[in-house]
């Protein structure tokens, strides 16, 4: 079975430092995305970056950045900078060949002025 | 700006009293998805509709049912709801089911409250 484990389920970071949240996968498949969503208190869940399996270049987006270890199974984010706004829970998220999302637990990140 | 769009945001019912969900899209994607997400909880797929093709979860309770009358809308009925149903609803869109069409785009949720 195809799982997602996030083993960090709170986080804190103060402003404008530098913060990584874990994420482990594990499955069979060799093709294969992941995902990084971001969902602020009682605000819509984003899509903060996205990342192809078969890509060995890490993804980046502005002040966020993936570490892609494909052989270790794993999709750690990176947030430089943090800023308030940040402040929210990050879900990661797989999919393989299929419609279905495996999403992990989750991490509360709070970023502290 | 494309995107998805739900509709309440907040609905609160009775026990025991139907209530539907609704959400549209302006995306033009094939695929719609319903979710349910408890408290700090990551979301738990429904169902979700490819074009007309409907698709059951096999966890889903028999309470929940789902219309897409056309592309760009979709409901969620609760027939009877419980106290245990309530939650935070998410509709979500992706182009397809195929590789390099399943990023999922969300809506803003519906939080339903049951008394």
């Known amino acids: 079975a195809q799982t997602v484990t996030q083993s960090q389920p709170e986080m804190s970071v103060q402003e404008a430092e530098t913060v990584t949240l874990s994420c482990t996968y594990d499955t069979s498949e060799n093709n294969y995305y992941l995902f990084w969503y971001k969902q602020p208190p009682s605000r819509q869940m984003i899509l903060v970056i996205r990342q192809e399996a078969y890509k060995q270049q890490n993804a980046t987006e502005n002040r966020f950045s993936v570490n892609f270890q494909k052989a270790a199974k794993s999709f750690s984010l990176k947030i430089s900078d943090s800023q308030l706004g940040d402040t929210a829970m990050y879900f990661c998220?797989?999919?393989?060949?299929?419609?279905?999302?495996?999403f992990g637990t989750g991490t509360r990140l709070k970023v502290l002025a | 700006d494309a995107m998805v769009i739900q509709n309440p945001r907040y609905q609160v019912t009775q026990f025991g009293k139907p209530v539907t969900l609704s959400c549209s899209q302006t995306?033009?994607?094939?695929?719609m998805y319903w979710y349910q997400q408890k408290s700090s909880q990551a979301p738990k797929l429904l169902f979700h509709?490819?074009?007309?093709?409907?698709?059951n979860e096999a966890d889903t309770p028999d309470n929940f049912q789902s219309r897409r009358p056309n592309t760009s809308f979709c409901f969620l009925d609760i027939r009877s709801p419980g106290l245990g149903d309530a939650a935070m609803y998410l509709c979500?869109?992706?182009?397809?089911?195929?590789?390099?069409?399943?990023?999922?785009?969300f809506g803003p949720g519906t939080r339903l409250l049951v008394l």
């Open positions: 979500a869109t992706s182009r397809g089911r195929l590789a390099d069409q399943e990023t999922q785009y």
């Open positions: 995306l033009n994607h094939n695929v």
């Open positions: 509709y490819y074009d007309k093709d409907f698709n």
């Open positions: 998220a797989f999919v393989s060949g299929t419609y279905k999302y495996i």
